[in-house]
Nanobody, 126 residues
Framework: VQLVESGGGLVQAGGSLRLSCAASGRSFSGYTVGWFRRAPGKEREFVAA????????PYADSVKGRFTISRDNAKNTVNLQINRLKPEDTAVYYC????????????????????WGQGTRVTVSS
């Protein structure tokens, strides 16, 4: 499964972006999809996940209330709406996918995912 992220860019603090993750040639039906990010000089961290089979979407504490993950089944994408951007949101954002459902505690673990995109860069200026 090839994943392609899009939607990154340069934005001022307080602004919004909508990131999209598409799976080349297929839908995300049957897959759990997560978003992660890696800020300059930092480790990769979990952002949010859309679990196959439903249930609440887990979010990192640092993004709760500002980020929203959603599926667009018509377009076969998993989107990450990012509002009220902060300079500390500057990072390369990656989507990842794994067939089947993950329990909440697994969704934040990079090793739980089998497929990764190349990332899209988000830069937030202050």
């Amino acid at each position: 499964v090839q994943l392609v992220e899009s939607g990154g860019g340069l934005v001022q603090a307080g602004g919004s972006l909508r990131l999209s993750c598409a799976a080349s040639g297929r839908s995300f039906s049957g897959y759990t999809v997560g978003w992660f990010r890696r800020a300059p000089g930092k480790e990769r961290e979990f952002v949010a996940a859309s679990r196959w089979g439903g249930g609440s979407a887990p979010y990192a504490d640092s993004v709760k209330g500002r980020f929203t993950i959603s599926r667009d089944n018509a377009k076969n994408t998993v989107n990450l709406q990012i509002n009220r951007l902060k300079p500390e949101d500057t990072a390369v954002y990656y989507c990842a996918a794994r067939q089947g459902r993950l329990i909440t505690s697994e969704t934040g673990q990079p090793r739980a995912y089998d497929y990764w995109g190349q990332g899209t860069r988000v830069t937030v200026s202050s």
